[in-house]
């Protein structure tokens, strides 16, 4: 596999880090992170893949490995597979409501990545090796894909969106 350098992010990122910084990619300040419409975007489209219970979809938007947690331990995430065979585990109640009632304004993103609400997930733009970034070029915040990094599963998420939606049926 070959190596990545990432924008930082912390991988045990804990649910109540979020708290104090929700919002920051609507409500523009001295801590908004340049690339939060690109954040915004690929939320959009986990949210999307979320309703649709379309999980080779989010499992393609995972930059692996990933950590998460198995069984209140944490675990890395190494594949594809391996995150579909544990699917319901990681994106247990308390991800998939934190994912499906969020909204832009949920959206805030620091130092350690980008998540919504409480923590459940966080995702940053994923820079190869191989690239030798310029962060004053036109395009450099669009120019790399934004992938899911960690997902705090077993967390005690508060959820507002319907019950109905926190259980996808299967394709």
């Known amino acids: 596999m070959a190596a990545k350098w990432i924008l930082p992010i912390a991988l ?3 649910p109540f880090a979020a708290t104090a ?4 990619c609507t409500q523009v300040d001295a801590s908004t992170r340049p690339e939060c419409s690109g954040a915004i975007d690929f939320f959009h489209n986990l949210q999307s893949a979320m309703q649709k219970n379309d999980r080779q979809a989010i ?3 995972v930059d692996y490995p990933m950590s998460t947690s198995l069984n209140h331990r944490r ?5 594809a597979q391996q995150l579909l ?10 991800v998939r409501c934190s994912i499906l009632g969020a909204t832009d304004k949920d959206v805030w993103g620091n130092w350690q990545g980008f998540t919504v609400s409480d923590g459940a997930v966080w995702f940053d733009v994923i820079i190869p090796a191989s690239a030798k970034p310029d962060v004053s070029a036109a395009d450099y915040w669009k120019k790399y894909p934004f992938k899911i990094k960690t997902i705090n599963s077993n967390g005690d998420y ?12 299967p394709h």
């Open 59 to 61: 499992a393609g938007m």
């Open 75 to 79: 675990v890395r995430v190494r594949s």
């Open 12 to 14: 045990f990122a804990l």
């Open 85 to 94: 065979a544990h699917f319901d585990k990681v994106f247990d109640k308390g």
């Open 21 to 24: 910084q929700t919002g920051n």
């Open 158 to 169: 508060a959820c507002a969106a319907q019950s109905s939606t926190t259980s996808p049926s």
